[in-house]
Structure formats: structure tokens, C-alpha cells
């Protein structure tokens, strides 16, 4: 269907996590193979988007919002995952508090996120396993007492990075197919991700 | 005199290169049979001694001399003459023969480059002057273009041609004319990405078009027509391309000349502002210039000046919340190290030794009374190096680096309440760049102080929520297309946190955004929603056509932005606090509908 069309599915991804864990960092790598370790910190949130081809040809099109992490700006982050088909979320395999906070992301997600979002677990920065304080196995019991799936990366090295991305786009269709198996004959082609949800804002133009 | 002719590596190169020569490059001579004579055993020996081999080093400093030199056959034995007077005429007249392969009495650069080869062969070695070049160092069809460019090292293939990587090609345009048979050769300078035969080129990639394999038969005199004029085509349009690229920095440095000298003339007239504070401030020539922003010398004085002190700022609690800043700090680090303890996490001596230390703190740890956000403090020192990382600055070693941890510790502690937000390492850096520690931390607070910076650090949901309703409602307002689009898209306003939050410090290049300063200094934060607006105005063309990614790219990035365009863009929206008063009204509005809607909550959880 959309394969052979060669048209893009468009989903739309959100990364959460602790400020200073790599979230940035990580998207840098994706799309421009990238490593910066002084990379701005971002205020609000930032946007850059990148398509991935699976095996079987489909296309897919990330729209990445990268969320700044910081306390203050948790307010804002209902924006950027409401309406996410997949979720990234990142702590600091050397910072114990960031991986109490990413646990938080994860409930946070689970109640309020849409139920079909696909949530990756992820500990970065495996380049510095001296510092390491989260063990994999921690980690990873998490992750599949809650069904996430769990990846350790190295933006630095670019360490299963791009892994990352392709294990979320192969979970997406999947959904997607679901979706539309449940939902009848819909188009499945058409991004879910832009313009679909939340129409009805009133607006000002009456 | 003679280094000219050999730069420092040659000798060394010549001899020793000949390892890395890749493929069909080597030094062999047997490659393709011609209708040329056959060679004697001694000529063969001639050219067995020699390595047919051109160090890249040596072709970056020959391609300069190309540039600088006529290459005609009279003035280039003259000049060979001058700088190689060991070298006798015929024996020059031999190089010239072999160099100028097809005869047009004029070298191309490759044809250069085998004239200083064989010279520098000469000079160095005193040896014989070989009767013949090597195949490969030949045209082997009489049409075909010619290359050498296989037998150097460094040169990187792609598709069709070859490319010279940038660091050894500094050439330029303005000689392809006399080098015909030299394909295209070009140079560019910004960084922009041209495309030749459908392979994107950087501009500073320098192409040579490659030798015809040897196994495909020989190009018709059509299809080698064709070829070239294909190529005079492509040459023609990386020209135009080059030219064009010339005229648009040209016409930056003008600007940016004209406008260095304007500020120059104005900076008197400041000084005489700064003098007679605030009698000149409301003058009619003194907003025009502020329109014009401020010249770098008076920038931070002025601001000082145009910013009142409302909150009665000074250097004494300056002092006294940077010491508070430090003492909070020790204790946090103390009571850190305590926690690690108890965590056990280290081993059971260095327990026993920290405990001992801890116990001691234990007293003084319990006097600091932490209720506020003091503990941000922490996410200051990971902001510090990412606080614009280009300029290398604020970074742990950077000259300013103690300044901004003074002044946002110190924030801090002033404003438990709001404590450290990210974007405001940007704020007082920004204010740092102008102006010193504590003007820098005055300044601060009262513009931090401000009802729009005041919403957007507490970041209450309500309140930005607020924020954005009542933005939307103004684009909708002053930019309906601009609006429709982004409603269409659904495209929420969000990328203007950025922008707020930083003062367009981060988003845009920093000269912009100071004048941008300049004038929120003068017209209060009204200007920065101003500002919003007059951006969205300046890519309101794009805006309406470009698709969901294109967008979100501009308003993210703001690529592309010309000063005067943009303040012609920001001029044209009229907006001043008056209208901003609204915003307040409309801030309240929202908080007592979220008061309502929430009340119940706040009362059950009470």
C-alpha cells in the first residue's frame, strides 16, 4: 500500500528526560551524525524531523520535538506529547536522579499520552561506563514491567542510536496497521501526526 | 627566490610518494600504445629514475603561482629563466616542448604543473631531461580532455568527474578561459552547494573532469563536441554562480561598512545622551537613532541607564546574595556527600572516614533553611558551557565564566521563588557581553521583573497557556494569512518560548538581536511581542507556501534573516505597551477562569 506508493508516513516523536541527558544530543546524532558535547540547552522546545526506510521500503517520517528538560517547562510538555505516536525517554545512565525522573515521564505518559504511543526507554551516555551508577538489568526490568522497550545509547559514539529509530518506526506500522484494522477502512497513508488532532482550538477569527 | 619553484616538501615528496600513488597512477609508462616513437633504452632508463608523481602540496602552492603568473611561452621562460638561472635555455626549451602538450604555445595548469615538475627534476637532481612523459601523463586521443588528475594522491572520484578535495585546490575561476582543455576548475567561497552532472558540489570542491577509461572505445568527434560544449555550459553557470556569490558578500561588507560608519558617527552623540541622561531621552532625533540601535562602546551604559532601577538594586545586596549563593552551595555539597554516605555506596573504611567529616558539617548544614528553588543552582553549572558554546566564553575555562555563575547564582538567591530557569544563563549573558558583574545583575532583576519575563520563568500552565491565546489572537489580527496557515497546520505558538525566554538571543545571530535589545530598552517588553509579530511578517511569503516541516524549520531556526529587511518587517507592525496593557487583562482572564476551573482541586487538596 503506502510502500509501494513510496509516500512517507509521518509520525510525530517526542524525547523527555532529565535536563542534561543527552535528548538533543541524541536527536543531533540521528539526523546529522553529529556530535557536539556543548549543544545549547534547549528552552521550550526544538524541532527537526528525519526519514528512515525499513526493510520492507516503507518510508517513515519522524517529526521530532525535542523537549527541554528542565522542572520549569514540564508545564509545556503536554503540547508536544499529546498527539505523539512514539516517545523517547532519556536519562543519564551516570545520574541517578535522572532515571527517578524518567520513571516519572513514563507514568506520566502511560496516564495521560495517547495508549498506542510507542515509548522507548533509553539510558545514554554508555561512553562512560566508569561513571555508570544505573546498571542495564535496572534499566531493563523497568522497561518490561511496563512494555516499553529498552536500548542503552552513546550520542557521543553514535552507539545504537540509529537502532533506536528503527526499532520505534518497525513498532509504528504495526500500530498503524492495527489502527486501521480496528477502525475500518480509513486511509492509511495519511500522516496521523499533523494536522489531525485538536482541531476545535476556538480561535479568534470566529 | 628559487623556494618559489619548491616548496619545502618537493624534494622529499618526489622521491617517497610513490607508495601512495593509487590505481593505474604509478609510475609505470605503459599504458596505453600511441602513435608516438619508440623508445631507446637509455630514454627508458631516464624515465625509470624519475617518480612520475606530483605531491598535492606541491600543486596547492603551484596553483597559486598559476594564478599569479602568465603563462604564455615567452613571458614564462623568461620567468623561469629568473627564478632557475642554473638551467640552461635549451634545456628549458626541452621542458617547454614536453609541457606544452598541445602546442598552443600557452600552458594550462596541468601543463604548468609539469613544467615546474620537470624543472624541479632538473634543478634538484641534475639529471637528464626525460624525452617523453609517461602515458598517463598524456592525452591519449587527440579530442580527449585532459587530466592527469589519477596520478595524484588526495583526490577523491565522484560519478563522472574528479574532485580535488578544498585543501588542495585553491583555484580560481578567473583563469578557466585560459585553460581550455583543463575541463572546469572552480572555487567558490560561502558554503552553499551547486550541482554539476547531478553530483552536489561544496563550493571550494575543485572538479576535473576524469580521463576517459580505458576500456570504452574513443568518443566520436560529435559526442566529444557535445561533451564539451555540455561542459562550457556548466562552466558558465558555476561562473555565474561564483559571481553572483562574489557580488553578495561584496554587498554584505558594504553594509556592514556603511553601518559601522554610521554607528561610528553616532557614538558621539550618545556619549552626549549618556552625559545629559534622561533630558535627551525623549528628543526626536534620540528614537531615531535608537532605531538604528547602539554602537557596541555605549550599548551596556545605555541600557543601564533606559532600564529603571524599581526594584532598588544594589551593590551591597548584590554581595550579600552572592555570598548566600556560596554558603547555600557548600551546604548542598555537604549534605550531597552525606546522602552518599548513607547510601553506602562507597566502601566501608572511606564510610568510616567521611563519616567523621560529615558529623562536623552536621551542625552548620541544619542552619541553611532551604524552601525555594536554590537548588537549581546546580542546572546553572550545566547551562554555563552550553550558554553560547561558539564563543567559547562562559565555558569553565572562559574569561566570563565566573561573572555569569556569579550573577545567576546570585539571581538565585535574590528570587528563590523563581530560581534558576533555563534561557536565563542567555539573558545575563548577553548582558555580561555589554556590561560589568553587578550592572549586569541590576539589569537582570528588573527586566526579569517585567510581567511578560515574570509568566514565562514561573511558567504556570495557566498563564503561558494565556500567553499563547492571546498571541494567536494578535497574529490572527495583524497577519491573517500568516494566521490561517498556521491554524491549517496546526502549528500551536509555541516556538515563541524560545524567543521570549532569551530575548531572541539564541535564535538569532547576536548583533541582531542586541539591537533587538536596544529597542525593548526603549519601547519596554512590548517590543519583544513586537518582535514576534515582525518576524512571523518576515517569512509570511514562505510561511503561506511552505509545508508542516518547512515552517517549523523557520520559526525554529530563522534562517536566512537580513537586518534592515527584518526591522522594515518589524516596523510595519504597530504595537506598543498600550497594547500590551491588554495583555495583562487578558493574563488575569485566563488565571480567574483557571481559578474556577481548578478551585475545587486547590480547596481538596488543602
Not at chain 2, 600513488?21 to 623508445?39: A, K, Q, W
Request: charged letters at 25%; proline letters at 5%.
Amino acid at each position: 500500500m503506502a510502500g509501494q506508493m513510496r509516500k512517507a508516513l509521518t509520525y510525530k516523536l517526542v524525547l523527555l528526560g532529565d535536563a542534561g541527558v543527552g535528548k538533543t544530543a541524541i536527536a543531533v546524532q540521528f539526523v546529522k551524525g553529529q556530535f557536539n558535547p556543548f549543544l545549547e540547552s534547549t528552552i521550550g522546545a526544538s524541532f527537526m524531523n528525519q526519514t528512515v526506510t525499513l526493510p520492507d521500503e516503507t518510508l517513515i517520517k519522524f517529526q521530532i520535538w525535542d523537549t527541554a528538560g528542565q522542572e520549569r517547562f514540564h508545564s509545556l510538555a503536554p503540547m508536544y506529547y499529546r498527539g505523539a505516536q512514539a516517545a523517547i525517554v532519556v536519562y543519564d545512565i551516570t545520574n541517578r536522579n535522572s532515571f527517578e525522573k524518567a520513571k516519572e515521564w513514563i507514568k506520566e505518559l502511560q496516564q495521560q499520552g495517547d495508549p498506542n504511543v510507542v515509548v522507548a526507554f533509553v539510558g545514554n551516555k554508555v561512553d562512560m561506563p566508569e561513571a555508570r551508577k544505573i546498571q542495564p538489568s535496572e534499566g531493563e526490568s523497568y522497561a518490561s514491567e511496563n512494555g516499553l522497550f529498552f536500548i542503552e545509547t552513546s550520542a557521543k559514539t553514535a552507539e545504537n542510536v540509529s537502532e533506536l529509530f528503527m526499532k520505534i518506526a518497525k513498532q509504528l506500522p504495526s500500530i498503524q496497521r492495527q489502527k486501521d484494522i480496528t477502525s475500518g477502512p480509513s486511509n492509511p497513508g495519511v500522516k496521523p501526526g499533523v494536522g489531525a488532532p485538536s482541531k476545535g482550538k476556538g480561535g479568534c477569527c470566529g | 627566490m628559487s623556494s618559489t619553484l619548491r616548496p619545502p616538501s618537493t624534494n622529499s615528496s618526489l622521491n617517497s610518494s610513490s607508495s601512495s600513488t593509487p590505481g593505474n597512477g604509478s609510475s609505470g609508462y605503459h599504458g596505453d600504445d600511441g602513435d608516438r616513437e619508440v623508445l631507446s633504452s637509455e630514454d627508458l632508463s631516464v624515465m625509470e629514475d624519475i617518480y612520475w608523481e606530483i605531491n598535492p602540496f606541491d600543486l596547492v602552492e603551484w596553483r597559486k603561482l598559476f594564478e599569479s603568473l602568465d603563462s604564455r611561452e615567452a613571458e614564462f621562460m623568461l620567468w623561469a629563466c629568473q627564478q632557475e638561472p642554473v638551467i640552461r635555455g635549451e634545456q628549458l626549451g626541452c621542458i617547454w616542448t614536453l609541457s606544452d602538450i598541445d602546442k598552443d604555445t600557452s600552458l594550462s595548469f596541468d601543463e604548468f604543473s609539469i613544467a615546474l615538475f620537470l624543472i624541479n627534476h632538473v634543478h634538484n637532481k641534475g639529471k637528464k631531461i626525460p624525452k617523453s612523459l609517461p602515458n598517463e601523463w598524456l592525452p591519449t586521443h587527440q579530442h580527449r580532455v585532459y587530466s592527469r588528475s589519477a596520478q595524484f594522491p588526495g583526490l577523491v572520484k565522484k560519478s563522472r568527474g574528479v574532485i580535488l578535495k578544498p585543501e588542495t585546490s585553491p583555484s580560481s575561476v578567473n583563469n578557466s578561459q585560459r585553460r581550455q582543455d583543463d575541463a572546469i576548475v572552480a572555487k567558490g567561497s560561502g558554503g552553499s552547494v551547486f550541482y554539476i552532472n547531478g553530483v552536489p558540489m561544496q563550493a571550494g570542491d575543485c572538479v576535473v573532469s576524469a580521463p576517459r577509461p580505458s576500456h570504452l572505445p574513443p568518443k566520436t568527434t560529435e559526442e566529444n563536441m557535445k561533451h564539451m560544449r555540455e561542459a562550457e555550459l556548466i562552466q558558465a553557470k558555476l561562473k555565474k554562480h561564483l559571481e553572483q556569490e562574489e557580488k553578495e558578500r561584496e554587498r554584505r561588507e558594504e553594509l556592514k561598512a556603511i553601518k559601522d560608519k554610521k554607528m561610528q558617527e553616532n557614538k558621539k552623540y550618545w556619549l552626549s545622551v549618556i552625559d545629559t541622561w534622561p533630558q535627551k531621552k525623549s528628543l526626536p532625533k534620540t528614537k531615531l537613532l535608537w532605531w538604528q540601535g547602539f554602537p557596541p562602546s555605549v550599548r551596556g551604559k545605555m541600557w543601564e541607564l533606559s532600564l529603571s532601577n524599581d526594584l532598588n538594586i544594589t551593590r551591597d545586596l548584590f554581595v550579600i546574595f552572592g555570598a548566600h549563593a556560596r554558603s547555600t552551595k557548600d551546604a548542598r555539597a555537604a549534605k550531597k556527600r552525606q546522602d552518599r554516605v548513607k547510601e553506602g555506596e562507597t566502601g566501608e573504611e572511606i564510610r568510616e572516614e567521611k563519616r567523621v567529616t560529615v558529623e562536623g558539617e552536621e551542625k552548620e548544614i541544619t542552619n541553611v533553611v532551604v524552601l525555594g528553588r536554590e537548588d537549581t543552582v546546580d542546572l546553572i553549572h550545566l547551562d554555563l558551557p552550553r550558554t553560547f558554546p561558539a564563543l567559547s566564553i562562559f565555558q569553565p575555562d572562559g574569561p566570563c565564566h565566573n561573572q555569569l555563575k556569579d550573577v545567576l547564582e546570585a539571581y538565585v538567591c535574590y528570587r528563590p521563588d523563581i530560581g534558576y530557569v533555563q534561557g536565563m544563563s542567555y539573558i545575563a549573558a548577553v548582558l555580561l557581553l555589554n556590561l560589568d558583574t553587578f550592572p549586569a545583575f541590576k539589569v537582570l532583576a528588573n527586566l526579569l521583573n517585567k510581567q511578560l519575563f515574570r509568566v514565562f520563568f514561573k511558567m504556570a500552565q495557566d498563564e503561558v497557556e494565556a500567553y499563547m491565546n492571546w498571541f494567536d489572537s494578535l497574529v490572527c489580527q495583524y497577519l491573517p494569512k500568516v494566521h490561517k496557515k498556521l491554524v491549517q497546520m496546526d502549528i500551536k505558538h509555541t516556538y515563541t518560548v524560545d524567543w521570549i525566554m532569551t530575548m531572541f538571543s539564541k535564535a538569532l545571530p547576536i548583533d541582531i538581536a542586541m539591537r533587538i535589545w536596544d529597542m525593548s530598552f526603549l519601547e519596554g517588553e512590548s517590543f519583544i511581542v513586537r518582535c514576534s509579530l515582525g518576524l512571523l511578517k518576515y517569512y509570511s511569503n514562505k510561511i503561506e507556501k511552505a509545508p508542516f516541516e518547512g515552517i517549523m524549520h523557520m520559526l525554529t531556526k530563522l534562517p536566512e534573516i537580513e537586518e534592515e529587511e527584518l526591522f522594515a518587517a518589524i516596523e510595519k507592525i504597530d504595537f506598543t505597551m498600550v497594547h500590551m496593557s491588554k495583555f495583562v487583562v487578558a493574563i488575569r482572564f485566563w488565571c480567574s477562569i483557571a481559578l474556577r476551573r481548578y478551585g475545587d482541586m486547590i480547596c481538596l487538596s488543602l
